[in-house]
């Protein structure tokens, strides 16, 4: 069964760096054609893609977002990290991670249930 | 960077209806196009990806169309588990979602 669980601070100051974390099951983020992508939904808007890793650590950024963001795995607990820095009120929102099957598809098919982010002083 | 649009924003419509979701890209995104339903409080679920394939487990009320610069997400006959918001994503250059179309019961 496949499972994405994100986790990280609920609550941010503005300036500091966020680090979260997808921790997944039922598949492998070493295995030949799977990634994974982090999505965030400020509350009451629209999603905004924000960057993928795959298996051979090939790694895409949104283009707006991409000095502030590093996303990195760590294989042997099967992770996938987000960091971003500067953090703003306006980057308040709930963040997902998603599968993705490259040989499938490009579009992430299981999603987290996501972790809502808060940036406020 | 390839914006998204999609039309209606807000779609009134009762159980049994047909409706039909349209999306728009800036420029040619071939079929690199999926379709998501949310409701709330919880993630996108796909329903729809390539423009036209269906999600595995996803009712077959549930078709997609179009290619190029314009794509449809039609629901043939709505159920009351269909009223929620559904979002496009292209996947042809990075990635991009529509601003979201809202279904609500009429």
């Known amino acids: 069964q496949v499972t994405l669980r994100e986790s990280g601070p609920a609550l941010v100051k503005p300036t500091q760096t966020l680090t979260l974390t997808c921790t997944i099951s039922g598949f492998s983020v070493n295995t030949a054609g799977m990634c994974v992508s982090w999505i965030r939904q400020p509350p009451g808007k629209a999603l905004e893609w924000l960057a993928r890793?795959?298996?051979?650590?090939?790694?895409y950024y949104n283009t707006s977002l991409k000095t502030r963001l590093t996303i990195s795995k760590d294989t042997s607990k099967n992770q996938v990290v987000l960091t971003m820095t500067n953090m703003d009120p306006v980057d308040t929102a709930t963040y997902y991670c998603?599968?993705?099957?490259?040989?499938?598809?490009?579009?992430?098919?299981?999603w987290g249930q996501g972790t809502l982010v808060t940036v406020s002083s | 960077d390839i914006q998204m649009t999609q039309s209606p924003s807000t779609l009134s419509a009762s159980v049994g209806d047909r409706v039909t979701i349209t999306c728009r890209a800036s420029?040619?995104?071939?079929?690199?196009l999926a379709w998501y339903q949310q409701k709330p409080g919880k993630a996108p679920k796909l329903l729809i990806y390539?423009?036209?394939n269906l999600e595995s487990g996803v009712p077959s009320r549930f078709s997609g169309s179009g290619s190029g610069t314009e794509f449809t997400l039609t629901i043939s006959s709505l159920q009351p588990d269909d009223f929620a918001t559904y979002y496009c994503?292209?996947?042809?250059?990075?990635?991009?979602f529509g601003p979201g179309t809202k279904l609500e019961i009429k």
């Open positions: 994503q292209q996947c042809h250059s990075l990635y991009g």
């Open positions: 890793i795959d298996w051979d650590d090939a790694k």
């Open positions: 390539e423009a036209s």
């Open positions: 998603g599968r993705i099957r490259a040989m499938v598809t490009t579009a992430p098919d299981y």
């Open positions: 420029q040619s995104i071939s079929n690199w």
